[in-house]
T-cell receptor, first 114, second 109 residues
């Protein structure tokens, strides 16, 4: 069966420090991968989207970047964190090939920038 | 532009009471809408999709194109229904979903 792993679960980082959040999917090939952010009172905002290795679409301008070095690995990064980067980050995957558009989410990472 | 609106941040009801979580959308074309739920300490997961026309955990949702709504309903709320609920709508290509701001449902004993 397919599983999605996201880590770390929580992270406290000072302003100006770098960030790296990792997400991996098992049990499926060539998934579509997503990074969402859940900020208080603002719902779920799509940050990045990837249909394949090295293919990244950015949905909103921001201080963050994403990379997909392997088929089932998706990384969210920042060179210098801002206070406004605090939030709950969710990774998700979707099967391709006409199997619907149900997203499967990871457990999320709670990021606090101090 | 596609948009999903959930007007209520918090909805509080007593056990056994009916519950309706509102969702309105803006979409050019025939939408496919979803409800996702996040229970405490669990990951966000699909609750139901309108195309399936199914009832999950007693919840139903009907797409009303005239009112551009997809409200989630349950006739008798249970305490275990307490959770965060998100309405979602696909946009562009590739299975991307946009989500509403979410409604926290609190069912009191």
């Amino acid at each position: 069966s397919q599983t999605i792993h996201q880590w770390p679960a929580t992270l406290v980082q000072p302003v100006g420090s770098p960030l790296s959040l990792e997400c991996t999917v098992e049990g499926t090939s060539n998934p579509n991968l997503y990074w969402y952010r859940q900020a208080a009172g603002r719902g779920l905002q799509l940050l990045f989207y990837s249909v394949g290795i090295g293919q990244i679409s950015s949905e909103v301008p921001q201080n963050l970047s994403a990379s997909r070095p392997q088929d089932r690995q998706f990384i969210l990064s920042s060179k210098k964190l801002l206070l406004s980067d605090s939030g709950f980050y969710l990774c998700a995957w979707r099967a391709t090939g006409g199997q619907g558009i149900t997203l499967h989410f990871g457990n999320g990472t709670r990021l606090t920038v101090t | 532009a596609q948009r999903v609106t959930q007007p209520e941040k918090l909805l509080s009801v007593f056990k056994g009471a009916p519950v309706e979580l509102k969702c309105n959308y803006s979409y050019s074309g025939s939408p496919e809408l979803f409800w996702y739920v996040q229970y405490s300490r669990q990951r966000l997961q699909l609750l139901l999709r309108h195309i399936s026309r199914e009832s999950i955990k007693g919840f139903t949702a009907d797409l009303n194109k005239g009112e551009t709504s997809f409200h989630l309903k349950k006739p008798f709320a249970q305490e275990e229904d307490s959770a965060m609920y998100y309405c979602a709508l696909p946009y562009n290509q590739g299975g991307k979903l946009i989500f509403g701001q979410g409604t926290e449902l609190s069912v009191k004993p």
